[in-house]
């Protein structure tokens, strides 16, 4: 019987410092190629993996790579502990430990067929990507479909060459709190791009991540467009540590984060963020 604990090792292909704590890896199996799931995919859009070091531990990370893609992978890393800490010091060519996927995913077949608000703030994005990418490569069974992308300043977007690539299919509409000199787009909060979009409130669902406080304030951001909170998913960020729903570490409320999420329907989690 397969240990379900046990990682295997990808190799990194490839890094990038993304700003002064956020580092981007490209990684690759060892050997051979990722392996697909039911639906035909390395992994749902949305679903978390577990990746760390030997002597060190691991972290959770939402995957930011094509779903399809099974050559590579990527995440992105901030460092803000020991085994971020660890990860970061990792050059091309090492090795980092690697389990999953797990979790729910979004609801890819719900979300056809209707219009899609993709809703992300500051590191929040690197989830979403996997679920832009799938959009893109289905991109007729979905309607309109928006990214409302929210940082602090210019300098803290994440993903900027895939813009232009993303564009020929979405709507990408950026905001920053505290714009630079040659800032162009909108500034402030994610909540006043809304009005810069259009929907239909009947057929339309929205997916979600950023921090805590972002998606606490749920209220001004979704639901003046008239979604209801059963067509809202939010992505639940919780510190997962066996990932499979034996130590409890990422329990909200009732709610095992690790098996039943990280993807929850608003009103199923609302109330419920520590």
């Not at 019987?1 to 990194?12: F, G």
């Not at 899609?116 to 679920?131: E, H, K, T």
């Not at 066996?242 to 929850?264: L, N, R, S, W």
Request: net charge positive.
């Amino acid at each position: 019987m397969e240990n379900p604990l046990l990682p295997v090792n990808l190799e990194i292909e490839d890094t990038k410092d993304m700003s002064s704590y956020l580092k981007y890896l490209r990684l690759k199996p060892s050997s051979g190629d990722f392996r697909l799931n039911n639906n035909n995919l390395v992994f749902n859009p949305g679903q978390f993996a577990m990746f760390g070091l030997w002597g060190y531990g691991e972290s959770p990370f939402g995957i930011a790579s094509s779903p399809f893609e099974t050559k590579f992978m990527h995440i992105v890393v901030g460092r803000i502990g020991n085994v971020t800490g660890a990860i970061h010091k990792l050059k091309k060519g090492q090795k980092i430990t690697y389990r999953g996927p797990y979790g729910n995913g979004f609801p890819i077949d719900f979300f056809q067929g209707k219009d899609l608000v993709l809703v992300a703030g500051g590191f929040g994005i690197a989830p979403i990507v996997s679920l832009i990418e799938y959009v893109i490569a289905k991109r007729k069974k979905f309607k309109k479909v928006y990214l409302l992308y929210g940082v602090e300043t210019p300098g803290d977007i994440l993903f900027k060459d895939n813009f232009n690539y993303w564009r020929k299919s979405i709507e990408v509409i950026l905001t920053v709190n505290k714009p630079t000199a040659d800032w162009k787009g909108a500034v402030g909060l994610v909540s006043k791009l809304t009005k810069k979009i259009k929907i239909n409130p009947g057929n339309c669902a929205a997916a979600m991540c950023g921090s805590q406080s972002m998606e606490e304030a749920l209220e001004n951001i979704l639901r003046p467009l008239g979604i209801s909170d059963r067509r809202i998913f939010v992505s639940v960020d919780r510190k997962m540590n066996c990932a499979i729903g034996k130590c409890q570490h990422c329990t909200t409320g009732d709610k095992y984060v690790c098996m039943e999420g990280p993807i929850f329907n608003y009103d199923q989690i609302q109330g419920n963020w520590d």
